[in-house]
């Protein structure tokens, strides 16, 4: 899901804005020396795959290397959260998390609590350890439209949340986030 046309970002708003302010921090998609954890959820995991690939072609084509991509699978995104403190809270933890999945509505009667708990405790782990975590779960009412959003173009889920998990990683780099 993506800003609506009304809503967009414009870039030149936010370049006129820039000296009003003391200080203006960014992050960037330079992926290169990060380490990237990648939490995957096996129910829909069709789904789950397609938006895996095009993650995993996102982060090398931002230059973070093989090596540094783990990737881990749990039954469901319920189990999503608990992977992703594990990738944060490790000895070597990782400068950033993306779980990815796929809640579909029609599948369960208990939609709502596997996709709630999910984002509930994936935002707890983030806030909790410091370690940006990018929710990259599919909530769809239908496969159609889990399939629609993990198409292999630049509206697939795994790549917008490859791109998030840079962007915050590098943005928690700046030295006003140094504790
Ligand atoms: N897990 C999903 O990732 N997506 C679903 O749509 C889903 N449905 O439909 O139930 C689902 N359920 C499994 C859940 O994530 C847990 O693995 C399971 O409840 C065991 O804790």
């Given at each position: 899901?993506?800003?609506?046309?009304e809503t967009?970002y414009?870039?030149?708003?936010?370049?006129?804005?820039r000296?009003?302010?003391?200080?203006n921090l960014?992050?960037?998609h330079d992926?290169?020396?990060?380490?990237?954890g990648?939490?995957?959820?096996?129910?829909?995991?069709?789904?789950t795959?397609r938006?895996?690939?095009?993650?995993?072609?996102?982060?090398?084509?931002?230059?973070?290397?093989?090596a540094?991509?783990i990737?881990?699978?749990?039954?469901?995104?319920?189990?999503?959260?608990l992977?992703?403190?594990?990738f944060?809270?490790?000895?070597?933890?990782?400068?950033?998390?993306i779980?990815?999945?796929a809640?579909?509505?029609?599948?369960?009667?208990?939609?709502?609590?596997?996709a709630g708990?999910c984002a509930r405790?994936?935002?707890?782990?983030?806030l909790?350890?410091?370690v940006?975590?990018?929710f990259?779960?599919?909530?769809t009412?239908?496969?159609?439209?889990?399939?629609?959003r993990?198409?292999?173009?630049?509206?697939?889920?795994?790549?917008?949340?490859?791109l998030?998990?840079l962007?915050?990683?590098?943005i928690l780099r700046e030295?006003s986030?140094s504790?």
């Open positions: 899901m993506t800003s609506s046309d967009l414009d870039q030149a708003t936010a370049d006129a804005l000296d009003r302010a003391g200080t960014v992050g960037g992926g290169r020396g990060l380490r990237i990648i939490a995957c959820g096996r129910f829909n995991g069709g789904i795959l938006l895996l690939d095009a993650a995993l072609a996102t982060l090398r084509e931002c230059g973070v290397d093989t540094d991509i990737v881990a699978w749990a039954p469901g995104a319920f189990e999503l959260p992977l992703a403190r594990g944060a809270m490790s000895a070597r933890p990782v400068d950033a998390v779980t990815l999945g809640v579909i509505r029609g599948d369960t009667g208990h939609y709502d609590v596997v708990e405790g994936v935002q707890d782990v983030q909790m350890t410091g940006p975590v990018v990259g779960v599919l909530t009412n239908t496969v159609a439209q889990a399939l629609e993990s198409l292999p173009d630049d509206t697939n889920k795994g790549r917008e949340s490859a998030t998990a962007e915050m990683a590098t030295g986030f504790r």
